[in-house]
């Protein structure tokens, strides 16, 4: 099962709302990561958690603020977000890479428009 | 800085053709390439990849081919088909790294 799940598939929301989006794998997999992607632009790396720690923050703006519960499970909490911030939200999951190289695996995403 | 790049934006083919689409990069750090398969409003699925100690990994339709000492790679796909219309993103990391440098991508269209 190379199954990423992503909730909800679309989110509507303005600019003075409080929403999350979820993720969930059940693929043993230790890292987990949420990208952006605007459209006919490759992904954008976000953050990455490993082993249930913030790995890397790519200097992402503190409206979003993401939570790894346990390690199966990824949130992205967003607030007082920006029109501009409307885009596809991928998260993913792979091995961490400590001992090679492993291919990450991608959710289908969530859509998110901010009015 | 792009450190991946994918030159040509699309691409056109036709059916039970073959498709090259193309890859450079600039880091000679990066040791592991992958390519991803992207339909619209959905999430990027892993196709093929290939490690530095490698020239050529196949699986199927699809091969992937590595240049090192040029930087480049390149994806076969043999013969084309429709459900292969898609954006194919090329990318790049270094060992140990959690990061992935995407290029730009490639719109593939196979015609009937």
């Known amino acids: 099962d190379t199954e990423v799940t992503q909730t909800p598939k679309h989110l509507v929301m303005g600019m003075t709302n409080k929403k999350s989006l979820k993720c969930e794998q059940h693929?043993?997999?230790?890292?987990m990561y949420w990208y952006k992607q605007k459209a006919k632009k490759p992904p954008e790396l976000m953050f990455v958690?490993?082993?249930?720690?913030?790995?890397i923050n790519e200097s992402v703006p503190s409206r979003f603020s993401p939570e790894c519960p346990n390690s199966s499970l990824l949130n992205l909490h967003l607030h007082a977000l920006q029109p501009e911030d409307s885009a596809l939200y991928l998260c993913?999951?792979?091995?961490?890479?400590?001992?090679?190289?492993?291919?990450?695996?991608f959710g289908p995403g969530t859509r998110l428009t901010v009015t | 800085d792009q450190q991946v790049k994918q030159n040509s934006p699309s691409l056109s083919v036709q059916e039970g053709r073959i498709s090259i689409l193309n890859c450079d990069y600039t880091?000679?750090?990066?040791?592991?390439f992958l390519w991803y398969k992207k339909y619209p409003a959905e999430g990027p699925t892993f196709l093929i990849s290939?490690?530095?100690?490698?020239d050529k990994n196949e699986d199927g339709r699809f091969t992937v081919f590595l240049n090192k000492s040029a930087k480049h790679l390149s994806l076969h796909i043999v013969p084309s088909q429709p459900g292969d219309s898609a954006v194919y993103f090329c990318?790049?990391?270094?060992?140990?790294?959690?990061?992935?440098?995407f290029g730009a991508g490639t719109t593939v269209t196979v015609r009937a």
């Open positions: 958690y490993s082993y249930e720690k913030l790995s």
């Open positions: 693929m043993g997999h230790r890292a």
């Open positions: 290939i490690s530095s100690i490698k």
């Open positions: 990318a790049a990391s270094a060992l140990n790294d959690y990061k992935l440098s």
């Open positions: 993913a999951s792979s091995p961490p890479p400590l001992a090679g190289f492993y291919e990450q695996y």
């Open positions: 880091n000679s750090m990066f040791d592991y």
